[in-house]
């Protein structure tokens, strides 16, 4: 009987293979099994072996502390109850995993009194399997809609019940726009922007939520060096990328990255033009995994062979860049200071004025989400905390040549920011 860790590994490498493409039962079981057992793998991804030990899912406890802190920010700014819809807030708070369809399965968290579920009449079954996983055993109604009946008027009557004749409603930022709307045409209804109370609570992590993402970190930046010591002339960009998601899965978790070759890494997000890589080519790669639902970014730039001086030379103040911004990263410090330390590092150096090729901000908040508040750009004055995670990814892009980008996450600590991975030494030792 297998155990839950090889459970995990074996539905993570099952995810990867499926992400490689459509392909027949036989070929894909075939495939599958190989990524499990290694065979048919370059020797350094085959020698891998599953990050398992010591991840601890986020517990029922956690997510119950969640929603009394976000009643207590509902109460603090008059909001009478949350809804959320599929998508991370509804598994942060709630620990139901939802895909969002026409059909409308929502979760509300008021200030006061029990949450309610409100669901498809025949999905019930299905999502009380979940309730029944989380916070919400126990302490919620469920109030179910059939295919002819208006959900919104569910929406009401449950309201009505908890004696919210009139209501302030948050709804959380992602919620589609068609649900929205049906909840603001409730009479005596008003709904307002749930970002406050959702990202209140997701903004600043707690110490479980910090090690889970050091462990993603981890985990990509080993997956990254197996594709990287794996990497040959003649492969495509998508072949290189199919190391990094293999590499991911012989360590346990479902993980990928873009692969951007030569002239193409100046595009910071890419370009979809087929690409080989050949003798002295760049190599820009971006992405990562989630542990227990904890994100990894990371970035890495090398060459296959040996660099340009030119590219040293970027590679270098690239480098001092980085760095600037983890240096001036610190509690009490506007977001906003951080991009201008990385900024002014690229400018002196002769890569400006401004964004001309440094184009992007240097960091965005991190989370269960990839890219989530606050964001470290010009701009935006919201002040540092212990716990908030960025990623730390100046870049500099000089068109039809090549583009050098190093990413890796940061967390504010109590005196000033550390980095979860060690920084990229050069192109010729990015690991």
Same mark, same amino acid.
């Given at each position: 009987?297998?155990?839950?860790?090889?459970?995990?590994?074996? @539905?993570?490498?099952?995810? /990867?293979?499926? +992400?490689? &493409?459509?392909?027949?039962?036989?070929?894909?079981?075939? =495939? %599958?099994?190989?990524?499990?057992?290694?065979?048919?793998?370059?020797?350094?991804?085959?020698?891998?072996?599953?990050?398992?030990?010591?991840?601890?899912?986020?517990?029922?406890?956690?997510?119950?502390?969640?929603?009394?802190?976000?009643?207590?920010?509902?109460?603090?700014?008059?909001?009478?109850?949350?809804?959320?819809?599929?998508?991370?807030?509804?598994?942060?708070?709630?620990?139901?995993?939802?895909?969002?369809?026409?059909?409308?399965?929502?979760?509300?968290?008021?200030?006061?009194?029990?949450?309610?579920?409100?669901?498809?009449?025949?999905?019930?079954?299905?999502?009380?399997?979940?309730?029944?996983?989380?916070?919400?055993?126990?302490?919620?109604?469920?109030?179910?809609?059939?295919?002819?009946?208006?959900?919104? @008027?569910?929406?009401?009557? /449950?309201?009505? +019940?908890? &004696?919210?004749?009139?209501?302030?409603?948050?709804?959380? =930022? %992602?919620?589609?726009?068609?649900?929205?709307?049906?909840?603001?045409?409730?009479?005596?209804?008003?709904?307002?922007?749930?970002?406050?109370?959702?990202?209140?609570?997701?903004?600043?992590?707690?110490?479980?939520?910090?090690?889970?993402?050091?462990?993603?970190?981890?985990?990509?930046?080993?997956?990254?060096?197996?594709?990287?010591?794996?990497?040959?002339?003649?492969?495509?960009?998508?072949?290189?990328?199919?190391?990094?998601?293999?590499?991911?899965?012989?360590?346990?978790?479902?993980?990928?990255?873009?692969?951007?070759?030569?002239?193409?890494?100046?595009?910071?997000?890419?370009?979809?033009?087929?690409?080989?890589?050949?003798?002295?080519?760049?190599?820009?790669?971006?992405?990562?995994?989630?542990?227990?639902?904890?994100?990894?970014?990371?970035?890495?730039?090398?060459?296959? &062979?040996?660099?340009?001086?030119?590219?040293?030379?970027?590679?270098?103040?690239?480098?001092?860049?980085?760095?600037?911004?983890?240096?001036?990263?610190?509690?009490?410090?506007?977001?906003?200071?951080?991009?201008?330390?990385?900024?002014?590092?690229?400018?002196?150096?002769?890569?400006?004025?401004?964004?001309?090729?440094?184009?992007?901000?240097?960091?965005?908040?991190?989370?269960?989400?990839?890219?989530?508040?606050?964001?470290?750009?010009?701009?935006?004055?919201?002040?540092?905390?212990?716990?908030?995670?960025?990623?730390?990814?100046?870049?500099?892009?000089?068109?039809?040549?090549?583009?050098?980008?190093?990413?890796?996450?940061?967390?504010?600590?109590?005196?000033?920011?550390?980095?979860?991975?060690?920084?990229?030494?050069?192109?010729?030792?990015?690991?």
């Amino acid at each position: 009987m297998s155990n839950r860790r090889e459970f995990l590994a074996s @539905a993570s490498t099952l995810g /990867a293979a499926v +992400a490689l &493409g459509a392909r027949p039962t036989d070929a894909l079981a075939a =495939e %599958t099994e190989a990524l499990q057992q290694g065979t048919g793998l370059p020797p350094a991804i085959q020698a891998l072996r599953p990050m398992r030990d010591g991840v601890v899912p986020i517990s029922v406890a956690e997510r119950q502390g969640r929603i009394e802190k976000a009643r207590r920010l509902m109460r603090e700014q008059g909001i009478d109850a949350l809804m959320l819809a599929g998508g991370t807030s509804m598994i942060y708070f709630t620990g139901i995993q939802w895909g969002n369809s026409e059909r409308l399965l929502a979760a509300f968290i008021p200030a006061t009194g029990r949450p309610f579920l409100v669901t498809p009449k025949f999905e019930e079954e299905r999502a009380m399997e979940q309730v029944a996983l989380g916070p919400m055993q126990g302490t919620a109604d469920v109030y179910p809609w059939e295919e002819h009946e208006d959900p919104y @008027a569910v929406i009401a009557t /449950a309201l009505r +019940a908890r &004696g919210l004749t009139t209501a302030t409603i948050a709804c959380e =930022e %992602t919620v589609r726009f068609q649900f929205t709307y049906g909840v603001t045409n409730l009479p005596a209804v008003k709904v307002v922007d749930g970002t406050p109370i959702t990202a209140g609570c997701r903004m600043v992590k707690d110490r479980h939520e910090l090690a889970l993402m050091r462990h993603a970190s981890a985990v990509t930046l080993k997956a990254y060096e197996a594709a990287w010591k794996s990497l040959r002339e003649g492969m495509t960009q998508d072949d290189f990328g199919r190391l990094v998601s293999q590499a991911h899965s012989r360590l346990g978790y479902s993980g990928s990255a873009g692969v951007q070759v030569g002239q193409y890494s100046a595009l910071p997000h890419g370009s979809a033009t087929p690409q080989v890589i050949r003798e002295g080519s760049i190599l820009l790669i971006d992405g990562g995994c989630k542990v227990e639902g904890y994100s990894s970014d990371i970035s890495r730039t090398f060459v296959l &062979g040996t660099p340009t001086q030119k590219m040293k030379d970027v590679f270098e103040i690239e480098f001092r860049a980085q760095t600037a911004a983890l240096r001036a990263a610190r509690p009490g410090l506007p977001c906003e200071a951080v991009d201008a330390a990385a900024r002014k590092v690229i400018v002196d150096a002769g890569y400006g004025p401004d964004y001309k090729y440094f184009s992007h901000r240097v960091g965005h908040g991190m989370g269960m989400d990839g890219h989530e508040w606050p964001y470290l750009v010009r701009g935006n004055t919201r002040l540092l905390e212990p716990g908030m995670v960025f990623s730390d990814e100046p870049g500099i892009y000089l068109p039809g040549e090549f583009g050098i980008r190093l990413e890796d996450d940061m967390v504010i600590t109590e005196t000033g920011a550390e980095l979860f991975t060690p920084q990229s030494e050069s192109l010729e030792k990015p690991f």
